[in-house]
């Protein structure tokens, strides 16, 4: 019996060690991720059981993974990674042996498209906001290097620039002044770098390096970002450092002396930190020839560098810091008489008699010669760039992200105002330095299966000064004819006095200090696996400070009991003002989503939004008696209400559709406005009382085998609802002084903007290179719109179509080669209008590019 009891107890030892070791067995499983191209190890891929989301895992750096506590079978997971498509993959039954699974890069997929727009990585049509998705790879085959060239394929974005300084960015016709920049208003659109808010408008002119994808939200966007934001934001990610060695090299070649080269390379420095180095400059000759000096103007000279370093210790802590430099130096941005028209001022003010008494006459007016004779030289330098430190702790069911920066923007300008030969604005240039300091820190993930979140506090510091040499406008010698107001003939003696207003001028000297903090958060909350309810809500503090000195200087030196000294006095005067202003502002958002099945997304938004208060800091209208109008130093805080209706859908295989529809209800709406005197030529700040924008928007895309096709469709009407004070419209000056344009057209929105264009490919060889054949057709649509901020008979820009294509030979490692060609058609068109200094009745037009071609070699590695 003795041994019979122990043969047993042996055997259930036995018994019990196998079985506890099968069962371990059963719960482990190891695979690896490889890029489907290349066959190489990816890291950081995500992989969440569909079952049960506590179990998540990534990849090391070797593309390896483990599953542990696997209990069921089949058991399906998702397998998502920015830059590749989401897969799903079923796991029927245990395997001791290692799983390989490869990942298509999305340059190779569209249907299922990562994004970051919530703070998590999720697919675009999950998201129930309406976004636009612009692969790196799309931007640089369209030769999209910079925003301006990116609206071109999102119908919502308006952009016009007629110089960096002077750019305004919009979203459904919100977001930027249009025309003239003023320092003491914040944006409307939001503009991120890699989770970096860039608060300065002239940064969306930088061209973009090593980009992975644009994002483009619409509507506002107050719960989920660090700043506020009444339109939209531009969500841009770039390409992060790997530790799997790799790179790229490209060369282009066009006409107008067209060159651009860039470079990017990443690979490990050791087994925890990884390194990506970016590089970008492009060249070409100017588009506009000025008789006067024989000189091209408008050319492109500008670089781009950015470099990353990555720290990661473990898989769960990673630090990203980031240096990047832009620099431009251009002879630009040349704006083109287009046209005069008659004010409502007398004769002898009017711009045809007052160059006839100075002899001047006008080269034809035929904008689209491309020719000016100004006589200011055209320049505009630039430098901006940043340090940034970006730091991702996986805490729990979450991830805790941490985001300082410093930026600094130096503007250095020199424009030709009046846009004539004449010597009459002579100088028109506004030198400036900004910094911006910021923190942001968030947490984003799940409490339970049900309900997830996004929750941050982001603090941004602002300092903004002009040169030591202030900002400068000045006269010259033909300004007295200009400014002349009187036909009185001992009057206009004194206005000939020589000179008088020769070198005469100001000098600007404004000081921006402001802080803007906030508390963001927004819930996610599933009812069902069908229906979900998205509560969100923001606390916002602004705080702002100018000061604001102008002082005259130059020109004959009169006594003050000297009538010229009035009339110098009338042209520019000293001014100085300061003002300081806090504000505390409520927002939120309230979404429900509802999901009838898996292809097919719902949602409803109502949201507020709110611009902070603005300060004038481009000078002040006067009184009579010549003191500034300081109740106009302070501007209300624009305030929206938003509603919204979307669907995004999926009705069938690698077909997408889009739809939204949308109403924004604006009080104490935020204008830029132009007036005749030359004391604020640079116009200054207003409150329209009520505004309305509202629209409809399609987004469709289909691929079938090897044909790729888009088309992205948007209607809005934006109106003044009421502004009862407005300037007058240039035909109009000389009238009242203020109008009524209640019911008119804000400016820079056409009723209709539509993209349109594809793409086939086929598979074949070139120089021993196995890859495909591609040609691609973009085009772009848009009507008429007006160009000036109070709608005017003449500052009107018809609207326009353009065509651009490319055709070439594309491999995912070795030579890629490509033709491109840009507004195939040489259509001439206008991107902006915009009336000379002191109103006397000519404008200038922004002229869009002439044809360009050329072609585009690059070779990964």
Do not use: C
């Amino acid at each position: 019996m003795s041994r019979i009891s122990t043969f047993y107890r042996k055997a259930f030892f036995i018994f019990f060690v196998f079985s506890f070791t099968f069962s371990f067995a059963q719960n482990f499983i190891q695979g690896k991720i490889l890029d489907s191209i290349n066959s190489k190890p990816i890291a950081s891929v995500k992989i969440t059981s569909k079952s049960d989301k506590n179990i998540t895992v990534q990849t090391d750096q070797n593309g390896i993974f483990t599953l542990n506590n696997i209990n069921d079978f089949p058991a399906e997971f998702k397998i998502q990674k920015t830059g590749f498509e989401v897969k799903q993959f079923l796991l029927k039954e245990n395997s001791s042996d290692t799983l390989i699974i490869k990942l298509l890069p999305n340059d190779f997929v569209i249907t299922e498209v990562i994004v970051t727009a919530r703070r998590r990585e999720e697919t675009a049509q999950q998201v129930p906001i309406p976004i636009n998705v612009i692969s790196g790879k799309k931007a640089e085959e369209t030769g999209a290097f910079n925003v301006n060239r990116l609206k071109d394929l999102v119908p919502s974005v308006q952009f016009y620039s007629s110089t960096p300084r002077n750019t305004s960015l919009s979203i459904r016709g919100l977001g930027s002044t249009f025309g003239l920049t003023n320092d003491g208003l914040d944006p409307g659109v939001g503009f991120y770098v890699d989770g970096v808010y860039y608060a300065r408008p002239a940064a969306t002119t930088l061209d973009f390096v090593d980009i992975e994808r644009i994002e483009v939200l619409r509507g506002p966007q107050g719960t989920l970002f660090g700043k506020n934001t009444t339109a939209g934001t531009f969500n841009v990610t770039t390409k992060q450092p790997s530790f799997t060695t790799g790179g790229t090299a490209e060369i282009s070649y066009g006409n107008y002396g067209f060159i651009q080269a860039k470079t990017s390379v990443t690979g490990a420095i050791s087994d925890k930190f990884a390194n990506r180095f970016s590089a970008s400059g492009t060249h070409r000759d100017g588009t506009i020839y000025n008789s006067r000096t024989n000189q091209d103007l408008n050319d492109i000279n500008s670089i781009a560098i950015r470099d990353q370093l990555l720290y990661k210790p473990n898989e769960n802590l990673k630090f990203i810091l980031t240096g990047d430099y832009n620099r431009l130096r251009a002879n630009g941005y040349a704006q083109v008489i287009a046209g005069v028209v008659t004010t409502k001022r007398a004769a002898y003010r009017q711009f045809n008699n007052i160059i006839s008494d100075l002899g001047y006459t006008l080269p034809a007016i035929d904008p689209f010669n491309r020719t000016v004779d100004t006589d200011t030289p055209w320049k505009a330098e630039q430098d901006m760039g940043g340090l940034s430190l970006n730091a991702e702790y996986n805490l729990g069911k979450g991830k805790v992200v941490s985001t300082s920066a410093w930026r600094f923007w130096n503007w250095n300008p020199s424009n030709d105002r009046d846009f004539t030969g004449l010597s009459a604005l002579a100088k028109s240039q506004a030198p400036s330095k900004h910094q911006q300091w910021s923190q942001e820190i968030r947490w984003s993930g799940n409490f339970n299966e049900k309900l997830s979140g996004v929750f941050g506090v982001f603090g941004i510091w602002q300092r903004l000064r002009a040169d030591k040499d202030g900002q400068i406008e000045e006269a010259g010698k033909d300004q007295w004819r200009f400014s002349l107001n009187s036909t009185n003939p001992t009057v206009i003696d004194q206005w000939k006095t020589p000179g008088l207003l020769e070198g005469y001028g100001i000098k600007s000297y404004p000081s921006l200090n402001s802080f803007s903090g906030a508390v963001f958060g927004q819930l996610d909350w599933s009812f069902s696996e069908k229906l979900s309810l998205l509560p969100g809500i923001r606390i916002n503090y602004d705080k702002k400070e100018i000061d604001f000195k102008r002082i005259t200087y130059g020109g004959l030196e009169v006594a003050e009991s000297d009538p010229k000294y009035a009339l110098k006095n009338s042209v520019y005067s000293n001014q100085e003002f300061n003002a300081s202003i806090d504000d505390t502002n409520f927002s939120g958002q309230l979404t429900l989503a509802f999901k009838p099945t898996k292809n097919y997304n719902l949602f409803g938004t109502f949201s507020t939004g709110f611009k902070p208060v603005g300060l004038n800091l481009g000078g002040l209208p006067t009184n009579p008696d010549g003191t500034a109008i300081t109740e106009l130093a302070v501007i209300k805080p624009e305030r929206i209400l938003h509603y919204e209706l979307g669907l995004k859908s999926q009705p069938f295989r690698n077909f997408i559709f889009n739809l939204t529809v949308y109403n924004s209800d604006i009080k104490d709406y935020q204008v830029q406005v132009q007036a005749a005197d030359l004391q604020i030529n640079r116009g200054y700040l207003a409150n329209a009382e009520k505004v309305r924008v509202r629209g409809i928007e399609t987004d469709l895309s289909y691929t079938f085998s090897n044909l790729y096709f888009y088309s992205n469709l948007a209607y809005t009407e934006a109106i003044y609802k009421k502004f009862t004070n407005a300037p007058p419209a240039l035909e109009n000056t000389g009238g009242p002084t203020f109008v009524d344009i209640s019911g008119g057209v804000l400016p820079g929105v056409s009723k209709w903007a539509g993209s349109t264009g594809g793409e086939i490919n086929f598979s074949g060889k070139f120089l021993n290179y196995n890859g495909d054949y591609f040609f691609a057709l973009d085009s772009y649509y848009r009507s008429t719109f007006s160009s000036s901020p109070t709608p005017s008979q003449f500052l009107n820009i018809p609207g326009y179509a353009l065509f651009n294509s490319r055709f070439g030979f594309l491999v995912r490692q070795g030579v890629t080669t490509y033709l491109w060609v840009r507004n195939i058609f040489n259509r001439d068109y206008f991107e902006q209008l915009l009336p000379g200094a002191g109103n006397a009745g000519h404008y200038a037009a922004v002229l869009g590019d002439p044809r360009t071609y050329g072609i585009t070699v690059k070779y990964n590695f």
